[in-house]
Structures are given as structure tokens and as C-alpha cells.
């Protein structure tokens, strides 16, 4: 089985501050995606990362998957209130000749103006 | 794009009625479809995968025999709560998988559909 640790569960930030979200596991992961979701609606995917130590942008998110594909980090620069959410990663492993994904608890963020 | 569409997105039906939740790919074929349950506050649950054409795979815990799966198409998979109970009421999320795509296994998730059942 296959499990994903994401830290901090809560997070409740300022304005204009920085944050950081961990996502670990002990299994090798194919590929990594992160999501956002609001409440009341499904989660809509903001990246994708494949390769051991693959860096990616986006705006002011940017996203890392660790050497060993185990473990990922997203971190938000100057945070708006636009950023409030649920953030979910969730590992890729081949299982029922498919492709699935374990998702991690998630972090629920709030931005306070 | 990738957009995948629910329906219905809100339903509330007696207890012992059954309930069909349907998801669809607007703009693209999914080979698969997975169905997911989300509880308030917690993250989401696989109940089953869905390959088109042929039964689906549910995962361990989740029974067959009351959330039947049909995926008769590259487009669409249905869900149905067969005799559902209050302890069915849940936010359940479908996703797709696009076809052709290189396996980033990349998942494209409906609205969801917020089930009460009284």
C-alpha cells in the first residue's frame, strides 16, 4: 500500500508571506501531481512532475519532486488570498492495468488579507 | 483542454432509493475513469477504477454489489448507489484519464456530486 504523509494539515498565513508544503512517502512514485481544490468542487490539477529532482513554475508556486521520486514540496511566494484552498499531492503507481494515484491528506490553506 | 463534466451536482433522495451519478469527458476519450468518495475535511478515497468496455476494479472495502459501475463508452461512466442509506451521503468525484496521452497518469476530475440521503 501506498501511502502519502503531507504536512501541515492547517495552515493559516498573512498576506504577502511564504509557505511551504511537504508531501513524503516511502515508495517510489512514477509521477507526481498536485491539486487544488475548492469546496463544493472537484480538485483541478496545477502541475505535474516526473523526473527524480524536476524543478517547476508557476507563477508564484513553485513545485519540486525529490531525487529519489519519494517525497515533493510545493511552496507558494507572497501569498494572496486567491491562494485559499485545498492542496492535495497524489502519487502515480501502476496498479488494476492502470494508473492510479494515492493522495495525500491535504493541506488546507487560508490567506488572511 | 480536459473537462470533465458530473451529473447531477447536488442530489437528496429517500433511504432505499438508488441513485445514479453520471461523468462524462466533454473534449476528450478517457481510457479510464476512476470514482471517488470525499469526506467533510478529509481527502479523497479511491472506490473503484473504470476501464471502458469492460468491469470495473473496485478497491478493497468498497462493495460492487451496491455501487455499480458501468463504462460503456470513451466518454462517459456511471455510478449508481443501489439502495442507499444515510451512511451513503458523501461528495463523490470522478476522474479521467485522457486516451493516448503519455502515462504522467495525470487524472482530470469532474465537480462532484454532493449525495443526501434522508
Known amino acids: 500500500t501506498q501511502l502519502l504523509e503531507q504536512s501541515p494539515q492547517f495552515l493559516s498565513i498573512q498576506e504577502g508571506e511564504n509557505l511551504t508544503v511537504y508531501c513524503n512517502s516511502s515508495?517510489?512514485?512514477?509521477?507526481l501531481q498536485w491539486y487544488r481544490q475548492e469546496p463544493g468542487e472537484g480538485p483541478v490539477l496545477l502541475v505535474t512532475?516526473?523526473?527524480?529532482?524536476e524543478v517547476k513554475k508557476l507563477k508564484r508556486l513553485t513545485f519540486q519532486f525529490g531525487d529519489a521520486r519519494k517525497d515533493s514540496s510545493l511552496h507558494i511566494t507572497a501569498a494572496q488570498p486567491g491562494d485559499t484552498g485545498l492542496y492535495l499531492c497524489?502519487?502515480?503507481?501502476?496498479?488494476?492495468?492502470?494508473?492510479?494515484?494515492?493522495f495525500g491528506k491535504g493541506t488546507k490553506l487560508s490567506v488572511i488579507p | 483542454g480536459a473537462v470533465v463534466s458530473q451529473h447531477p451536482s447536488r442530489v437528496i433522495c429517500k433511504s432505499g432509493t438508488s441513485v445514479k451519478i453520471e461523468c462524462r469527458s466533454l473534449?476528450?476519450?478517457?481510457?479510464?475513469m476512476f470514482w471517488y468518495r470525499q469526506f467533510p475535511k478529509q481527502s479523497l478515497m479511491l472506490m473503484a477504477t473504470?476501464?471502458?468496455?469492460?468491469?470495473?476494479?473496485?478497491e478493497q472495502g468498497v462493495e460492487k454489489d451496491k455501487f455499480l459501475i458501468n463504462h460503456a463508452s470513451l466518454t462517459l461512466s456511471t455510478l449508481t448507489v443501489t439502495s442507499a442509506h444515510p451512511e451513503d451521503s458523501s461528495f463523490y468525484i470522478c476522474?479521467?484519464?485522457?486516451?493516448?496521452?503519455?502515462?504522467?497518469?495525470?487524472?482530470?476530475f469532474g465537480p462532484g456530486t454532493r449525495l443526501t440521503v434522508l
Open positions: 476522474s479521467a484519464q485522457k486516451l493516448g496521452t503519455r502515462a504522467y497518469n495525470e487524472q482530470f
Open positions: 515508495s517510489v512514485f512514477s509521477s
Open positions: 512532475v516526473v523526473t527524480g529532482g
Open positions: 497524489a502519487g502515480a503507481y501502476s496498479g488494476a492495468g492502470s494508473y492510479q494515484l494515492t
Open positions: 473534449d476528450f476519450q478517457a481510457t479510464t
Open positions: 473504470s476501464n471502458e468496455g469492460s468491469k470495473a476494479t473496485y
